[in-house]
Structure formats: structure tokens, C-alpha cells
């Protein structure tokens, strides 16, 4: 019989948690925000959810089977959550053709183009958007209200200015009110529409422990600091703090892409620091851009400085050598 001791390198501590489970359970976590955009915007959702999902994970197969020839990693949950968050930011009026576009710019140039999985500098979902906005300003800026009629798929939705435009164009004085916006009665983007929903997601990702509350903690009190101060300066200029945490793709950005764990900062310091320069430049873009939504600009932004972040914020390793300096 063997009596020897094994010593493995450190973490010793293990964690049923793996890459699929972490990404499956992201899905899990979105289910709320998809059954809220389905209930405002019925079968245009579902279409626009279901084409972002199948064009993400088939993009990813493609490349790996026919171009990179690596092993298949298509369906570990990465993949599905591009798709739906690709189809969070997309009003659900958007064609199919410029949807397909978008997922070939997240997929494509935002992932596999850096490697694939892990190596991506900057969110997946968030890249193809912006890409979309560039692109095809017209049809991402046309903002469908939400439906009476949840089955209606042929014809066209009625149109309307989100929050966010409102205030951009006519000020605070006409803004919905806090329940409608936590709610969802408002246009917008498809998983932007119910901040409650949201909400109920990020819970069970803290619950479940894929999340830490730092990023989207910080992020919202950061956005809520930086209008509330020009809001006590002049509220018939600018938008209360709780209008802005509540209103466009704050809550969505906050807890599901800012917490991207490929493009945000590995210490708790690091993810204080990316997400308090996220919420302040979301603020500032919304309150003197010249395009009412901020959200997505800021992660993006922020995402460039994580290796950044990173180096200045790493924790010392244990047995790193200190030089002291003594006086005399």
C-alpha cells in the first residue's frame, strides 16, 4: 500500500462550475428578459431571438469545421449567448438580412477573428451591434411599441421614440414613469424592454455564483452619480438618477455584457475600476452625445483598458520579492 502524499498547485478549493455550465446557465439567466420581449413584441421577437441563434451558432460552426479545422465548439453555450445578446440590442423590426450581418461581425471578426473563446478583447455581441449601428443607422434607430396584438408577424409594428430619445429631444418633462420603465412599457431594443426581467436574471446569476454583484453594482451607482449630479445642477435640463439606471440598455449592459468574464478586469479592484469608468461614460454619452444611448459605447470602451486595468490592478503574487527602503 502506498502511503505517499500528492500535492497539486494551488486552487485547492474545486468548483463544480466549467465553461458549458457557466454559458448554459448565462441562457438560463436571459430566459426572463426573451419571455418579457415576446410578451411586448410577440412573434417579431421570436423571430429576431431565433435567426440571431441560429446565424451566431452556425457562423461559429462554419469557421471551425471549414476554416480554422479546430475542434468543434459551437454549442458550449458561447456561442447562443452572442446570438441572444445580439438580439437584445436589435429593435424587433430589424430584417433578417442585416441581422445575419451583424452576427458575422460578432462572431466573425469579434471572436474567432482574435482566436475564439477566451481571447476575444472586446464583447462579441456589443461589437456586432455598433457594426449594425454604423451600418444600417436607419433600421436600428426605428423603435416598434409595444404589440396589442402578441401573434402579429406580417405586418409592421407601430413605431415610437424610446426613453431615451424623448429626453434627448424634448427633456424630462414628458419622460414614462418608473413602473412603466421597470416594467416595460416602452419601446426600445427587444431585451432592453423590462428591467424587471433583468433584474430577476442577474439574481439567479449571482445565486448561481457565474457573476459577482461588483461590475453591475458599480456600473448603475456609477451612471446614477454622474446624471444625478447635472440633475441637482438643472432637472428641467437633465433626467433623475433612477430615470437613467432604469431607462435604455443600462440594466441589460450592467449584468449581462459589462460581466462578459473574457472582457473584463480578473480582480475586484480591477472590476470596480472598469465599472465605474463604464457608468460614467454611459452618462456622458447619453447626456452630451449626439446619439441618446450610451450603454453600449461605454463597455466597449472599457473593454480596451482591461489589460490595462489588469496590470495595475493584479494582486502581488505570493513569495514576490520587496524592496523596502528604510530611512537613513
Not at 426572463?32 to 423571430?47: C, E, K, M, Q, T
Request: overall charge neutral; proline content about 6%; aromatic content about 12%.
Amino acid at each position: 500500500m502506498s502511503n505517499r502524499i500528492v500535492v497539486s498547485l494551488s486552487p485547492h478549493e474545486k468548483d463544480d462550475l466549467n465553461i458549458e455550465k457557466i454559458m448554459w446557465g448565462v441562457v438560463i439567466a436571459l430566459a426572463p428578459a426573451f419571455l418579457a420581449s415576446v410578451y411586448f413584441y410577440g412573434l417579431h421577437a421570436v423571430r429576431v431571438v431565433a435567426l440571431s441563434l441560429i446565424f451566431c451558432v452556425g457562423i461559429e460552426y462554419v469557421i471551425q469545421k471549414f476554416v480554422t479545422k479546430e475542434k468543434i465548439t459551437a454549442f458550449d453555450g458561447s456561442a447562443a449567448i452572442t446570438g441572444l445578446l445580439l438580439a437584445f440590442n436589435v429593435p424587433s423590426s430589424i430584417p433578417w438580412w442585416q441581422l445575419l450581418v451583424g452576427s458575422v461581425a460578432a462572431i466573425g471578426v469579434a471572436k474567432m477573428a482574435f482566436g475564439g473563446l477566451g481571447k476575444n478583447p472586446f464583447n462579441p455581441a456589443l461589437v456586432g451591434r455598433a457594426f449594425m449601428l454604423a451600418s444600417f443607422p436607419v433600421h436600428m434607430t426605428t423603435w416598434p411599441v409595444p404589440l396589442k396584438n402578441l401573434w402579429t408577424l406580417g405586418a409592421d409594428a407601430v413605431t415610437g421614440a424610446t426613453p431615451l430619445g424623448v429626453l434627448a429631444e424634448h427633456g424630462p418633462a414628458n419622460l414614462p414613469g418608473y413602473m412603466d420603465l421597470f416594467i416595460g412599457k416602452i419601446g426600445g431594443c427587444i431585451g432592453e424592454v423590462s428591467a424587471a426581467a433583468i433584474l430577476i436574471g442577474g439574481i439567479y446569476m449571482l445565486y448561481k455564483k457565474i457573476i459577482t454583484w461588483h461590475i453591475p453594482v458599480f456600473y448603475l451607482l456609477s451612471l446614477a452619480g454622474f446624471s444625478g449630479i447635472l440633475w441637482m445642477v438643472d432637472s428641467s435640463k437633465y433626467a433623475d438618477p433612477l430615470f437613467h439606471m432604469l431607462a435604455g440598455g443600462a440594466m441589460l449592459g450592467a449584468w449581462f455584457m459589462a460581466t462578459d468574464m473574457v472582457t473584463s478586469p480578473m480582480s475586484v479592484k480591477g472590476q470596480i475600476v472598469f465599472a465605474v469608468g463604464g457608468g460614467i461614460l454611459c452618462g456622458a454619452i447619453r447626456i452630451f452625445g449626439s446619439y441618446p444611448e450610451g450603454c453600449s459605447y461605454s463597455i466597449l470602451i472599457m473593454n480596451a483598458f482591461v489589460p490595462l486595468i489588469d496590470k495595475y490592478t493584479k494582486p502581488r503574487r505570493f513569495g514576490t520579492e520587496v524592496n523596502y527602503e528604510f530611512p537613513g
